[in-house]
């Protein structure tokens, strides 16, 4: 479809050229430059230095002194009004004259399709210039996502968690919600709804069925109001919304300046009763998914962990890679995806953090009135339990994935079942353990010996599938050598096992890990992304108390002891993904 795709860039471009922009689509633009310009004033004081540098970057790039967002701030205020739809015409039409375009059309190559020659693309552009075109027709839009406001539901329980200076409430509806302030972040504040449930539910027949059905969030959409509707709502508010799913659970983030807030949750509210799957963000859905697909096959990264999730799951079906079969499928039976929706976001538990520069009451305000007023759901979905068990596997055991690509490269990753996410001491151990093991395997494999370029060796306790749990050990190598550094990296950890820490090595992890947690402990993210899911995955507030101390406290015999449980055979797997033995030699096409 590129001849078409290619064809309808050059027809909107063409128009917008002939005829310019619509008011409202001049109005919009302006909003939304002016929104962002203010709340990136309004969190300047406390940015990150990576963001300073990004936009220092960026205007010495552009040939401009640095300015600050509050500078940028009043000089979009004093231009933006004086800025006329003729105006943005006349600059559009000299950058986009037909004279000074170039055009690319970039294809994968896979069996079936043609690369288009340089004719075939010169045809298409001749005639989509010689086709007449017509203005953009505007239309009257809905201005609002609700005509008025619910009233604010209760609050069943509240606690409070001095400490931490963490604020606890159940709402009456069984809305289950976490809230600290923090100004860490001037003038920001995050919102993450955690819905459990979702891809964990799916049996085997209906794999892919919640990434379909959340499209109506990452696309926002409901029965009355179209995406296009919403993006317009939503353009000049200092907030955004965005979803995602994982592997129990789907969540919305609203995020933004305090003050609009109640602006993304009222569009979490809209889309938690009434949100609706479009199918055009279907179809693009399919087209893209296919296309990573097809990717997807020659990329030895991907083809290692997909490996990987087989052999630790047991073969689960719900960690398994969508098939091409199974996408068409899905895309064709939107109105399953809905049905599958709709049941989530009406009964799956719910859990809520609310975390930033937002005084309490105006939080808690927000929580009663746009999630209080849902309906009553239960706390907790016992039902869930079940679903959490993998048939796993019982080592030794090695997996080898042929990957079909023209890059010369492995890709091993070498894994051990370890503490999962309810064990607290048991993770702690190996996530220092896995600290120490880092340095030891960098040294060993990479600095002394040069068979790869870099490493990553990290213990990951697995929330959703705890059987899954494990410290892994990975890199990538030439593909001569590959059978070398395993060997190398495994005698590493198996050693490290035998022996133990020495007191050097846990002095330097101390130090590291006070100054990595302390930084941790003062940033918001780190408390949305903790309480979040705080109790849905079973933890408390009592373990997140002191948690610099008690990595501190921990000793090198536990440490020692915790490593010996862990690196044993039966515990020990390893996939290798590699490029499958050339045959003639390969080249890329092209037709420039």
């Keep these: 479809q590129w001849a078409e795709a290619l064809g309808g860039l050059i027809a909107d471009i063409q128009s917008a050229r002939a005829y310019g922009f619509a008011t409202e689509e001049l109005a919009i633009a302006k909003r939304a430059a002016l929104a962002a310009a203010e709340h990136a004033a309004q969190t300047e004081a406390t940015q990150d230095a990576q963001a300073l540098l990004g936009a220092m970057n960026r205007a010495r790039s552009a040939g401009e002194l640095p300015r600050a967002a509050a ?94 200076a963490i604020t606890q409430v159940t709402l009456g509806n069984n809305v289950r919600v976490h809230y600290r302030f923090m100004d860490f972040k001037k003038d920001d504040a995050t919102v993450t709804l955690t819905l459990a449930g979702g891809t964990i539910r799916e049996p085997a027949e209906q794999q892919g069925i919640t990434e379909v059905a959340t499209l109506a969030l990452t696309t926002p959409a409901t029965s009355t109001l179209s995406s296009t509707d919403i993006r317009d709502i939503m353009t000049g508010k200092k907030v955004r919304l965005e979803a995602r799913t994982t592997e129990d659970a789907v969540v919305l983030q609203v995020s933004g300046a305090p003050e609009a807030l109640a602006d993304g949750l009222r569009l979490a509210y809209v889309l938690l009763q009434d949100a609706k799957i479009e199918p055009a963000s279907v179809a693009l859905w399919k087209e893209q998914k296919l296309q990573e697909l097809a990717a997807s096959r020659s990329r030895i990264d991907f083809r290692a962990r997909e490996t990987l999730h087989a052999l630790t799951s047991g073969d689960d ?39 930033g520069d937002i005084p309490e009451p105006q939080a808690l305000d927000i929580a009663t009135t746009f999630l209080g007023t849902l309906p009553a759901r239960p706390r907790e979905d016992p039902t869930l339990v079940p679903l959490r068990q993998v048939a796993g596997f019982t080592g030794p055991q090695e997996r080898r994935a042929d990957v079909e690509t023209i890059t010369p490269r492995a890709h091993p990753i070498l894994f051990w079942r370890s503490a999962d996410w309810q064990d607290v001491q048991g993770r702690r151990l190996m996530f220092v353990a896995s600290r120490i093991l880092e340095r030891r395997v960098r040294q060993e494999v990479r600095e002394e010996r040069g068979l790869t370029y870099s490493t990553a060796t990290y213990a990951r306790p697995d929330k959703a599938y705890p059987a899954t749990s494990a410290l892994y050990v990975e890199f990538t190598a030439d593909p001569d050598k590959v059978n070398e550094a395993v060997a ?6 198996e050693r490290f096992a035998a022996e133990g820490p020495t007191d050097e090595e846990m002095d330097t992890v101390r130090k590291q890990l006070q100054n990595q947690l302390e930084t941790l402990y003062k940033e918001p993210r780190f408390w949305v992304d903790v309480l979040s899911d705080l109790e849905y995955h079973g933890s408390t507030l009592a373990d997140l108390d002191g948690l610099v101390e008690k990595f501190l406290a921990l000793s090198k015999a536990d440490i020692a002891a915790e490593v010996r449980k862990t690196i044993v055979p039966e515990r020990f797997a390893m996939v290798i993904a590699r490029r499958k033995a050339p045959g003639a030699t390969d080249e890329r096409r092209s037709t420039n």
């Design 317 to 355: 079906p719900r960690r398994r890679t969508l098939t091409p079969e199974q996408v068409q499928a899905r895309a064709s039976d939107i109105a399953g995806a809905q049905a599958w929706l709709d049941a989530l976001l009406r009964t799956a538990p719910l859990e809520v953090a609310i975390v």
């Design 488 to 493: 190398l990296a495994k005698a590493v950890v």
């Design 71 to 164: 500078q940028n701030m009043v000089l979009l205020q004093q231009l933006l009004p004086t800025v006329t739809r003729a105006d943005v015409t006349t600059v559009l039409a000299h950058n986009f004259a037909p004279e000074q375009r170039a055009y690319i059309v970039s294809l994968p190559e896979k069996p079936g399709l043609d690369i288009p020659s340089r004719e075939a693309v010169r045809a298409v552009v001749t005639a989509a210039l010689a086709t007449p075109v017509t203005a953009w027709q505007s239309q009257e839009r809905p201005t609002t996502l609700l005509a008025h406001d619910p009233t604010p539901g209760s609050i069943a329980t509240r606690t409070h968690f001095a400490p931490l």
